[in-house]
């Protein structure tokens, strides 16, 4: 009788804690070449590990993606996943519960190119903005990333679907797919083998101030409030420049001087919030200056 009632005693402790364990359900990945997810789901782990003491364990559960469809929209009007990772914009931060720590300190709006071996030499000659402007861009449909380059200019050719930008570029559709330097690498040792005649340059970078956050829904400000918590910790004692150092998917971003001599056009962000931490230097990798940096300005709103 004695260990019956023992184990009934386990079994309910065990069914209490399962119960305080809170799920967070994200989004898993398209494409097996968009690597650097992997980085966003650790750092949502580490940041719950780091606000346990004040909201309780909890623990990230993957869903499958749909094959098509607008990220925000799941987000925001089913009951599907609880964040997600984007690079902001005004829009985004009406429609969602932005969580205002720059995931990547600010190496998101830092693009080096994927391209065609082929054309390494030619991208290496590129002494203009004009030059560039004659070349056109792969770019995600939905991205933010696209409104950016169309204010300064920039011909584009938009897919649905990373893979799909891949294909693009393979068969002469567009000239470049611009990655950031987070990003880049990573993807392309994935998608070395699928498309050997493709690789991530970084002889040409383009800049604009593009933070990515987690964002919740609005009827949730309990997650934003414990993400903002954690993220803000781990930015401000160094923790998260360090997890971004040290991470698998990022490491070969450092030393940063290694972009020095890379021609740099600086665009602006039309999409950038007032509200954007600029001024919190906790926040952003210090990136060096480099030899060759040239200042984009935008677009009359009429001619974009």
Avoid at 6 to 33: D, M
Avoid at 73 to 92: A, C, K, N, P, W
Avoid at 235 to 258: E, K, T
């Amino acid at each position: 009788m004695k260990a019956l009632l023992l184990c009934c005693l386990l079994l309910l402790c065990f069914g209490a804690e399962a119960a305080a364990l809170q799920q967070i359900r994200i989004l898993g990945v398209q494409s097996q070449g968009e690597a650097s997810v992997s980085y966003y789901h650790d750092l949502l782990q580490r940041v719950l590990d780091e606000t346990s003491n004040e909201f309780g364990p909890a623990r990230i559960q993957v869903i499958p993606p749909p094959p098509l469809g607008d990220y925000r929209y799941l987000l925001m009007r089913q009951d599907l996943i609880d964040v997600h990772h984007f690079g902001t914009s005004i829009e985004l931060e009406q429609d969602l519960l932005p969580v205002r720590v720059p995931l990547l300190a600010g190496l998101l709006g830092w693009r080096g190119f994927v391209i065609r071996k082929a054309d390494r030499v030619a991208f290496g000659q590129i002494e203009s903005f004009t030059e560039l402007k004659r070349l056109r861009a792969c770019q995600g449909a939905l991205w933010p990333d696209s409104e950016v380059l169309r204010a300064s200019g920039m011909a584009l050719i938009t897919g649905e679907r990373y893979d799909q930008m891949l294909e693009l570029l393979v068969r002469g559709r567009c000239d470049y797919f611009p990655r950031s330097l987070f990003e880049g690498p990573a993807e392309a040792r994935t998608f070395r083998t699928t498309y050997p005649q493709l690789t991530f340059d970084t002889q040409v970078l383009l800049h604009y101030p593009f933070p990515m956050y987690f964002f919740v829904r609005k009827d949730n400000p309990a997650l934003a409030k414990r993400l903002q918590l954690g993220l803000d910790r781990l930015a401000r004692s160094g923790q998260l420049q360090q997890f971004l150092q040290q991470h698998p998917i990022a490491h070969q971003v450092f030393p940063l001087s290694q972009y020095a001599r890379s021609r740099v056009f600086h665009l602006q962000n039309p999409l950038l919030p007032a509200e954007t931490p600029l001024n919190v230097p906790a926040y952003w990798l210090a990136f060096p200056a480099t030899a060759h940096q040239h200042q984009v300005p935008l677009l009359p709103a009429s001619a974009q």
